[in-house]
């Protein structure tokens, strides 16, 4: 009875110090809210403030949702805060904060001359002629901008830009 007793006591302190340590590991998953630092800090800032413009990044995390592995706290210079949420290649899928549309969609901050000009010539690159129509801010996945050419004979085409300005994707001619 007695090497019975032991054994299922020792089985027992088993069992706790074995669960303890599952709990432990769990609790520094990534995944689970942990600060970011070194060079994924410095990764998941630039990829933020590439998308949001000029602005200082205040915080940032690993985030445990289906597709974002990090969030990102910036204070844009005009005193605005947004939220950046990034996949696990630091590749942006999603803002919010500063201004969002009904929807709660994030449209970013505002269109610079400057910027509106790199997207405009890059659009209108892709499609060979025209005129840059109406040039807005995206926040659906890649897509940072949104750029509409209105072509010579009238009909329309929607160019959606990365934030560096690199041509993700060209629709096809509509006319109005």
């Known amino acids: ?8 006591a020792g089985a027992a302190a088993a069992a706790v110090a074995l669960g303890g340590a599952a709990v432990a590991a769990a609790s520094t998953t990534p995944g689970d ?13 630039d990829a933020a403030i590439a998308r949001t413009g000029p ?5 940032a995390e690993t985030e445990n949702e289906a597709n974002s592995s990090y969030e990102v706290d910036v204070r844009l210079d005009n005193g605005d805060s ?13 803002v919010e904060g500063q201004g969002q549309d009904d929807d ?33 801010r995206e926040n659906e ?3 940072a901008f949104e750029v509409e050419i ?12 990365g934030a560096d300005f690199q041509v993700l994707n060209t629709g096809t001619p509509e006319s109005d």
């Open 1 to 8: 009875m007695r090497k019975k007793t032991l054994w299922i």
């Open 33 to 45: 809210d942990q600060p970011l630092s070194g060079t994924a800090l410095q990764q998941a800032g």
């Open 55 to 59: 602005g200082t990044v205040v915080g």
């Open 82 to 94: 947004v939220e950046v949420s990034l996949n696990g290649s630091f590749e942006v899928v999603g």
């Open 104 to 136: 709660g969609a994030g449209s970013g901050p505002p269109l610079s001359a400057a910027d509106r000009d790199k997207a405009g010539q890059a659009a209108l690159a892709s499609v060979g002629q025209g005129r840059v129509g109406e040039v807005e």
């Open 141 to 143: 996945g890649a897509t």
């Open 150 to 161: 209105v072509r010579d004979d009238g009909s329309q085409v929607e160019v959606e830009l």
